[in-house]
Structure formats: C-alpha cells, structure tokens
C-alpha cells in the first residue's frame, strides 16, 4: 500500500527566507504526487501536481516541487516566503485504479516570522 | 459556481445521538469522499463514491454510513456518535478521468461530549 510521509510537524522561517518542506513517498509504480495547502479553518487548496514528464513542477502562489525518484521525494520549495503562507501543507499520492484514492501525509504546519 | 459546499460548520452532539453532515457538489463530479481529519494523522478517508448508487468503505468506516442517491449530494451519517469522532470532517469531490485533483469543502468541526 502506498504512505507518505513528512518528517517535519512543525517549520518556522522569516519572511522573505527560502523554504522547503519534505514529503518522501512509498508506492510501487509511478506515482501522482501532490501538494496541499490548507489555511486556518479552511479546507484544502491543491498547490500542484505530479503526473509524468518535467521533474520540477510549478504550483500556484509561487511554488514549485521536485520529483526525484531515486529518492521517492516529491520536496515543495519556495525561494522567498511571505507572511500570508502561514498555512499547514500536505503531501499526497494518488493511486492509480478505478477509484483516485489519494493518500495523505498528516502535514506540516508553517510559521513565518516577520 | 459554489464547489463544494458542506452543513453544518460546528456541531456539539452528545455521545449516543445520531447526526448526518451534508456535503454537495455543483461540478457534475462523478467521485466523492468524505475525510476525517486529526491531529497529527492528517486526513484519513472514510468512506468515497464512484458515482450515484455506488458506495464503498476507506480505511476508517466504522461508525458511519453513507449513500448517494445524486451526483450532487453525499450526506454522511453517524448513527449513535461517540467521543472518538470527535474531529473535523471533509467532503471532497473529483472528476472521473485521471485528474485526481479533489475539490474540498470548507469541513464540519463535531465535537461529541
């Protein structure tokens, strides 16, 4: 069965420092990969995805993750963080089959300091 | 064009009373699933469906029960709750196709005493 998971529960940096956040995953083909933001009290908003081709994917909002398969990651990066990503992101995978199950890392939460 | 949209907002019920949480979807989106999401357990799926009169258990179904008699409206129900539900729940909706982008809703909060 497929897992994901995100070594980091917790990550404060200062606003305009670069960030990246750590997602590895487990899952015997070509995975879908994605990036999730969620904001207080707010659902889920996809930051990008992972299907084939290009490794480093571009999202919305200013970032960008890397595929890199000898390592089973799938690390979202940013190069200047602002304020308002203040958020807790979420790595997943999505399974290939009649039904797109999508499983979850249990997030990491962002602080940014001014 | 509201996406998904998901009733109530908060919840306090008392342990033993039933409740059902709605969740609808105005894409035409043939799948749709409901989470529950933890501390420190991120989200873990409930139940899904693979289009209307099809329904089948995640790898957290006991205690609640689903059907989906439209493609637009996935109620979800607990029928006798217990603390251990206690927890914020989300409705999510994709479309048939390889996309496997899901649409999510702005959750429930239940709290059970």
């Known amino acids: 069965a497929q897992s994901v998971t995100q070594p980091d529960i917790h990550i404060t940096v200062s606003e305009g420092a670069s960030l990246e956040l750590r997602c590895n995953y487990s899952y015997g083909a070509t995975p879908y990969l994605f990036w999730y933001v969620q904001s207080p009290g707010q659902g889920l908003q996809l930051l990008l995805k992972y299907f084939s081709g290009d490794t480093l994917v571009q999202g919305i909002k200013g970032f960008e993750a890397e595929f890199k398969r000898s390592q089973s990651s799938f690390n979202l990066r940013k190069p200047s963080v602002h304020w308002s990503d203040a958020a807790e992101y979420f790595c997943a995978v999505g399974v290939s089959g009649g039904y797109q199950k999508v499983t979850f890392g249990t997030g990491t939460k962002l602080q940014v300091i001014p | 064009n509201a996406g998904v949209t998901q009733t109530p907002k908060f919840q306090v019920l008392k342990t033993g009373q039933s409740m059902t949480l709605q969740c609808a979807q105005d894409?035409?989106?043939?799948?749709m699933s409901w989470y529950r999401q933890d501390p420190g357990m991120g989200l873990r799926l409930i139940h899904y469906?693979?289009?209307?009169?099809?329904?089948d258990q995640g790898e957290v179904p006991n205690g609640y029960n689903v059907s989906r008699s439209t493609t637009e409206d996935f109620p979800l129900r607990l029928l006798s709750a217990a603390p251990s539900q206690t927890s914020v729940y989300f409705c999510?909706?994709?479309?048939?196709?390889?996309?496997?982008?899901?649409?999510f809703g702005p959750g429930t909060r239940l709290t059970v005493t």
């Open positions: 894409m035409n989106h043939e799948y």
């Open positions: 469906s693979v289009g209307a009169g099809i329904t």
């Open positions: 999510a909706s994709s479309r048939q196709g390889g996309s496997y982008e899901q649409y």
